[in-house]
């Protein structure tokens, strides 16, 4: 990018002079360099609503409000998908008893429930549980749900299941033609770890669905090696897809983890993927634990692929980061914000991105609940 950069800055200077960008102002060849975020016009990037930064890297974050998002008053709430039904925005997020520690207890005691609310920042309103706990079951702890609707309008609701005391989380998947109905379970995991030997052969966990346009599914996610020993090393991201979500089992779309991924290592986790129709990319947003390719700490990052399987990182890789300002002309640094979730609006541009975290509005970290950052300026 820089030496194509630098390259077309020579290129102009030769042409014409006043063709050449200001310096900082992002320069740029094709749509790819703005992330397939944007517009390529003379060199500089015209960003799609929802985006921001020099390469449409960015998601565009707005002034939060501060009456926004999904609490339960008994309830530790951890990450979510929203689903627009008519006009009621649906959220599905992970749940978990507010009097035990959280950050101990969140591989043991989960369960999905469902929270409406009319505006697409909330505040989010508790209806029902989704997926309860069943003892002695492989799922029996559901947690991290995706919601999406597939091409027939089924609504198709992914989670990662996990019985007590193994921590052998495995994808799960359930199904309900209305998005306040019943879900079915499907009762065995629709993708298992690979055989022995293979990077994802210990678990496979949190994942990211999308809609792909021929109506089948692309999934990305998370996975370790090895059942032996029995730590995780090497986690990564990986994908797989299914034709028709009947057939209840995805196959892998590439042996290798999508994101180059060294041996003992742990940079990424908590993917959110989408097809963009404008662009006919897909987008993958994903939490940086450590700075990896946006090189600013504790963040996330933006990778795009033409077909979903191979990624590229954006430059800049910044897709968010961890310091808003909020309504109340405060700007709050979270300590701990995961679980990112894009919500596309009905031209398939961003409009919300919603977060897990654990810090309240006035400091304290005592309970966790979902935040809602506002990506278009008419939402405000
Ligand atoms: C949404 O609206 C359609 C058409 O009015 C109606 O048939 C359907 O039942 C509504 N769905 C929900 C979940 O309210
Ligand atoms: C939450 O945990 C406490 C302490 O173990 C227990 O007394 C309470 O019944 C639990 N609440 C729910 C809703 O499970
Ligand atoms: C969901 O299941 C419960 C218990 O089996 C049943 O009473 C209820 O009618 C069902 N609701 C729908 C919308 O199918
Ligand atoms: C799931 O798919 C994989 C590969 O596509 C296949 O090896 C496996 O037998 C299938 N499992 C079931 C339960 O259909
Ligand atoms: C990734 O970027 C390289 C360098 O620009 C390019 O050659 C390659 O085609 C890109 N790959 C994808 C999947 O877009
Ligand atoms: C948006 O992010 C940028 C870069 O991290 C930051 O400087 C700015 O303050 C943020 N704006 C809001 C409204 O949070
Ligand atoms: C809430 O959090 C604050 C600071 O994080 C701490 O001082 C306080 O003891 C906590 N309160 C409860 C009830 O846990």
Redesign the pocket.
């Known amino acids: 990018m820089m030496r194509l950069a630098l390259a077309i800055v020579a290129l102009c200077a030769l042409q014409s002079r006043a063709a050449v960008p200001a310096a900082g102002q992002g320069v740029c060849q094709s749509n790819v360099d703005c992330s397939a975020a944007g517009v390529c016009h003379e060199g500089t990037c015209q960003c799609e609503t929802g985006y921001t930064g020099e390469a449409c890297q960015q998601l565009n974050n707005l002034t939060i409000p501060v009456n926004s998002g999904f609490r339960m008053d008994?309830?530790h709430i951890w990450g979510a998908q929203v689903v627009k039904v008519n006009e009621t925005y649906h959220m599905f997020a992970s749940a978990y008893?507010?009097?035990?520690n959280f950050f101990q207890n969140w591989l043991y005691d989960a369960i999905i429930v469902r929270a409406t609310a009319t505006h697409p920042l909330g505040p989010f309103t508790f209806q029902n549980v989704v997926l309860d706990q069943i003892p002695g079951r492989w799922d029996k702890n559901p947690m991290n749900p995706k919601i999406v609707r597939a091409a027939d309008g089924t609504f198709l609701l992914f989670y990662t299941g996990d019985a007590d005391d193994q921590g052998l989380q495995r994808v799960g998947m359930a199904y309900s033609a209305t998005v306040d109905g019943n879900f079915t379970r499907v009762p065995h995991p629709v993708l298992e770890p690979a055989p022995p030997g293979a990077w994802d052969s210990r678990i496979t966990t949190n994942c990211a669905v999308t809609v792909r346009p021929d109506g089948g599914l692309l999934m990305v996610y998370k996975a370790s090696c090895c059942a032996e020993p029995a730590s995780q090393t090497q986690v990564c991201l990986g994908v797989a897809g299914i034709d028709d979500w009947r057939q209840f089992n995805f196959s892998r779309l590439s042996p290798d983890p999508i994101i180059p991924c060294p041996a003992n290592s742990f940079n990424f986790e908590d993917p959110s993927v989408y097809y963009d129709p404008n662009s006919d990319y897909y987008h993958l947003i994903i939490k940086d634990e450590y700075g990896t390719v946006t090189h600013d700490g504790y963040s996330g990052a933006h990778f795009i692929s033409p077909d979903g399987i191979h990624y590229n990182v954006t430059t800049p890789a910044l897709s968010y980061w961890t310091s808003h300002v909020w309504s109340d002309g405060r700007t709050r640094r979270m300590n701990k914000q995961e679980r990112p979730e894009v919500l596309l609006d009905e031209h398939g541009s961003p409009l919300v991105a919603y977060f897990a975290t654990d810090t309240e509005l006035d400091g304290s970290q005592n309970k966790t609940w979902n935040m809602a950052i506002p990506l278009n300026p008419s939402l405000l």
């Open positions: 008994d309830y008893n507010a009097s035990l």
